[in-house]
C-alpha cells in the first residue's frame, strides 16, 4: 500500500511536469500560429461528476458557484472520478468560483484519496476508486483533439446502451510526449445497480446544501467506504476485477471486510418471542430518548447498522410502563421526534418502529438537537415520568457540524443524563476540522467515561449494546445531571423538647417544609427524612416512606409535638443508625439540626462520628442554644454550617442562607 502510494505520487508528479512542458509549447503555438479553428467547448454544471463523462480527456467549461459544499469532492491533486469535475477545479486551484474553462485527464483508479482543505473546498478521503481524474488550466494540447462534444455514460437504461459500453479507451494514466497505451476500460455507470443509492459512496448531493461556509467544513466527515458497495451484488456474483460488468464495484472486496469485522447481518440477530403483557423491567426504570444521526453523510447501510443498534437495545431493556421507556429523535439539518416515550410501550412495538424510520438526510446538528431534547422531549405529554431518570443517548458518526458543549450542558442541567456514542470519531489528523475536537468527554459527564463511549467502526457496534444497557440501568450511578438541590439525602434532627412550646414547634416545622421546599424531590433524586428527639428519639419518616413533595410537605406538617428533655447526642447516633446509614451511596448526606438548648448529654463523639461517616451537618440554634455546642455539632467550617436566631420567628430568615450554603458548599467539592 505504502509502495503503491509512492508510484502514484511520482507518476502524478510526473504528469504535472508534463503538464508544465506542454503547456508551455502550446502557448507557443498559439501564439505564433494566430488563425486556429475556434474550439468550441462543451458546458457542464457543477453536480457532472467525471466517472460520468466517457471521454478520456476533454476540456469542459464550468459554470460560477461551483464553490459549494453541495458538490462532493474525494481527493487532492488526483481526484476519484466520482468527484465533482467543477468542483475538483476549484479545489485544486486551476479554477476559481467564477468558472471557466478546465482540462480533464482521467487516470488510473487508486486506493487512498486524501482529503484536504484548498481554495474553499473541503475534499474527502476515500479508500478506493476504481477511475481518477486530474484537473489542469483549460488550454488545450498541440496534436489533441478535444471533444466538442461529450459522452456521457447512462444510468438510465443500461440495457440499451450495453453495446456502447464494450468500446476501448486511450487510457492517458501514463501521460508521455506519445500517450500511447491503450487499455481496455470498463465504462463507467452501466451497472444494473447505478441509479440505486447502495452503490454511491455518499447519498444525494443535497448534503451540506444549507451552507457554504468558507472555512473547512466537516461535511460528509469521512470517507465511507461501507456505501461504496452493494450487499447484492457481492454475495451473487464473483467476478475477476477488471472485467466486471458491476462497474465501479469491482475494486472492493467487502466479502472479506463483512467476515473480518464479524458483522452479523441484521436479518440473522436473533429475537426472542417476547411477553406481549410485560410491564417492563422494574430495575431499569429510566425514560430514554435515543438522538440519531440522519445525515446524509453516514449514509444509507451506517443507517440501517445504526437501527438495527436501537432495535437490539429495545430488545435487550425490558421496555414496559413499569419499566424503561424509550423514544427515538433523528436529527440532520434538524431534529424530530420519530416517537415519544409513550408512542410504543413494549419491546416488540419498539422494534418494528425503529425498523420503519426512514433517514431525513442533512447536516449532523447534534447541538441543535440536544435542545430540542432539552426543551421538547421530556415533557408530561411525551410520557416522561417524574420517577424515572431521564436519560438521552446520542448517537454521533464521525463528529457533529456544529457545537454541542453548551447544549449539552443545558441539558445536563435541566437533569438529563447524556450518554454519547461517537462512532468512528475523528483520527488525530482530522480534529482540525471539528469545531470541538474533544466535544464528546466535554459535553458528557465530567468526572468520568461512563457516559461516553467510543466505538472505533460501525461494524463493532453491536459490542456496545450490553455495556450500554448495563449503564443506563445503574440509576444509582446516573448522577451527570447532580445538582445541589437533586441529589442529596436530607435528614432533619428537630428538638422536640418541653422548651420549645407548641407555637414554637409549628414555626420549626414550618422551616423544616421551606426548606424541603426547595429541593427537587423523587426516589431519583433528593430524598428527605425526619427525626425528633426529647430525652428519646423517633423516626418520623425515613427516606424512601415519601417520593413526592407534597407528600413530604403533608407528613412534615402531621409531626406531632413530643416535649420531653434535650439529648442532643443521642439524636445524632440515631439519625446516624435510622437515617444515614440507609442513604445511597451516590448521595450526598445532609443532616439539618434545629435545638434551642443545650444539650443533656455529649455531643462530641457523636458529632464527629456523623462527621467521619461524610454526613454534612447544619446546626441552627434558636434562643438558648449555646453557640459553642454548634460550632462542635457543625461540619467545619462552622462558620459556614452553624446558624443561630434569638428567636423562632426570625427562623424564616436562616432558609435562604442555609439553601445558599448547601449550594455552595457542593458546587465546590468534587461531586465523586
Ligand atoms: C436497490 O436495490 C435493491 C436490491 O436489489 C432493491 O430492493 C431496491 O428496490 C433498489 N432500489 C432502487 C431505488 O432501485
Ligand atoms: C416559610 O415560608 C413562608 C412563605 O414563603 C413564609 O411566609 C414563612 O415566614 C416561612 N417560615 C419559616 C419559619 O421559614
Known amino acids: 500500500m505504502g509502495l503503491a502510494v509512492l508510484t502514484m505520487k511520482a507518476s502524478v508528479i510526473e504528469m ?47 459554470p460560477a458557484g461551483c464553490q459549494d459544499p453541495r458538490y462532493h469532492v474525494y481527493g487532492t491533486d488526483v481526484y476519484a472520478s466520482y468527484s465533482s469535475v467543477c468542483a475538483a477545479a476549484v479545489h485544486s486551484g486551476v479554477l476559481d468560483n467564477s468558472g471557466g474553462k478546465v482540462l480533464v485527464r482521467k487516470v488510473a483508479g487508486q486506493s487512498g484519496y486524501k482529503g484536504s482543505y484548498s481554495n474553499g473546498v473541503q475534499s474527502l478521503s476515500l479508500p478506493r476508486w476504481r477511475e481518477s ?21 447512462s444510468a438510465k437504461s443500461p440495457a440499451a446502451k450495453a453495446g456502447e459500453t464494450t468500446k476501448a479507451y486511450q487510457k492517458p494514466s501514463v ?86 469485522a464479524g458483522f452479523v447481518p441484521e436479518e440473522e440477530l436473533s429475537t426472542h418471542p417476547l411477553d406481549p403483557e410485560s410491564q417492563g423491567d422494574p430495575n431499569c426504570k429510566v425514560d430514554l430518548s435515543f438522538l440519531i444521526d440522519g445525515s446524509a453523510s453516514i449514509g444509507k447501510r451506517r443507517f440501517r447498522i445504526q437501527k438495527q443498534f436501537l432495535a437490539d437495545i429495545a430488545q435487550a431493556l425490558d421496555i414496559g410502563p413499569a419499566g424503561p421507556l424509550m423514544g427515538v429523535v433523528q436529527y440532520g439539518d434538524n431534529p424530530a421526534t420519530q416517537f415519544n416515550l409513550k408512542t410504543h410501550m413494549n419491546s416488540r412495538d419498539l422494534k418494528a418502529a425503529i425498523e420503519r424510520i426512514p433517514q431525513r438526510g442533512g447536516l449532523s446538528n447534534v447541538g441543535r438537537a440536544i435542545s430540542f431534547v432539552t426543551k421538547s422531549f421530556f ?8 420517577s424515572a431518570p431521564n436519560v438521552a443517548v ?98 432533619f ?8 412550646g407548641t407555637g414554637n414547634f409549628r414555626t420549626v416545622l414550618q422551616f423544616v417544609a421551606n426548606l424541603s421546599k426547595e429541593f427537587e424531590i423523587s426516589d431519583t433524586d433528593t430524598r428527605i427524612g425526619a427525626v425528633q428527639y426529647t430525652y428519646e428519639q423517633r423516626l418520623e419518616f425515613g427516606f424512601d416512606t415519601y417520593s413526592t413533595k407534597p407528600d413530604i410537605l403533608n407528613a412534615i406538617r402531621r409531626v406531632g ?42 455531643i462530641r463523639i457523636p458529632a464527629m462520628a456523623a462527621h467521619n461517616k461524610g454526613v454534612i451537618t447544619y446546626a441552627i440554634g434558636v434562643a438558648w442554644a449555646a453557640q459553642d455546642e454548634l460550632e462542635v455539632l457543625a461540619t467545619h467550617p462552622a462558620k459556614d454550617h452553624a446558624f443561630f436566631v434569638d428567636e423562632f420567628d426570625n427562623l424564616y430568615t436562616l432558609a435562604p442562607k442555609v439553601i445558599q450554603n448547601i449550594c455552595t458548599e457542593f458546587n465546590s467539592r468534587p461531586r465523586h
Request: aromatic share 8%.
Open 379 to 386: 415533557s408530561k405529554a411525551g410520557g416522561n415520568r417524574a
Open 16 to 62: 504535472f511536469l508534463v503538464l508544465l512542458v506542454t503547456g508551455i509549447h502550446s502557448n507557443k503555438e498559439m501564439t505564433t500560429k494566430m488563425k486556429r479553428p475556434k474550439l468550441t467547448v462543451p458546458q457542464i454544471n457543477c453536480d457532472i461528476k467525471a466517472r460520468k463523462i466517457i471521454n478520456p480527456e476533454f476540456v469542459v467549461k464550468c
Open 493 to 500: 434532627v428537630i428538638d422536640g423538647s418541653s422548651s420549645v
Open 133 to 153: 481524474f486530474i484537473v489542469s488550466e483549460g488550454k488545450p494540447q498541440k496534436g489533441v483533439t478535444y471533444p466538442s462534444a461529450l459522452t456521457y455514460s
Open 561 to 602: 409535638y413530643w416535649s420531653g428533655g434535650t439529648s442532643t447526642g443521642a439524636a445524632i447516633r440515631y439519625a446516624l443508625e435510622q437515617l444515614f446509614k440507609k442513604s445511597k451511596p451516590n448521595k450526598r448526606k445532609l443532616m439539618i439540626l434545629i435545638t434551642d438548648g443545650r444539650s443533656y448529654d455529649d
Open 394 to 491: 446520542v448517537m454521533v458518526d464521525g463528529w457533529p457540524t456544529d457545537k454541542v458543549e453548551e447544549a449539552s450542558r443545558l441539558a445536563r442541567e435541566s437533569g438529563i443524563n447524556i450518554f454519547f456514542i461517537t462512532i468512528e470519531g475523528a483520527v488525530e489528523n482530522e480534529k482540525q476540522y471539528v469545531m470541538e475536537p474533544n466535544f464528546a468527554s466535554k459535553a458528557a459527564c465530567r468526572t468520568n467515561s461512563f457516559y461516553s463511549l467510543s466505538v472505533p467502526s460501525w461494524f463493532s457496534l453491536h459490542k456496545t449494546v450490553q455495556p450500554l444497557v448495563k449503564r443506563v440501568c445503574d440509576s444509582d450511578q446516573l448522577a451527570c445531571s447532580k445538582t445541589c438541590l437533586n441529589s442529596a439525602d436530607v435528614g
Open 175 to 260: 501521460p508521455g510526449p506519445t500517450t500511447q497505451p491503450v487499455t481496455l476500460m470498463q465504462v463507467p455507470g452501466t451497472t444494473p445497480m447505478e441509479g440505486n443509492h447502495t452503490t454511491l459512496p455518499k447519498p444525494s448531493p443535497s448534503a451540506g446544501s444549507a451552507t457554504s461556509s468558507s472555512r473547512p467544513q466537516p461535511l460528509g466527515h469521512r470517507s465511507r467506504e461501507l456505501d461504496l458497495w452493494s450487499t447484492t451484488t457481492y454475495t451473487s456474483s464473483p467476478h475477476s476485477p477488471g472485467a466486471n460488468p458491476a462497474g465501479e464495484t469491482d475494486l472492493w472486496k467487502p466479502g472479506s471486510v463483512l467476515l473480518d
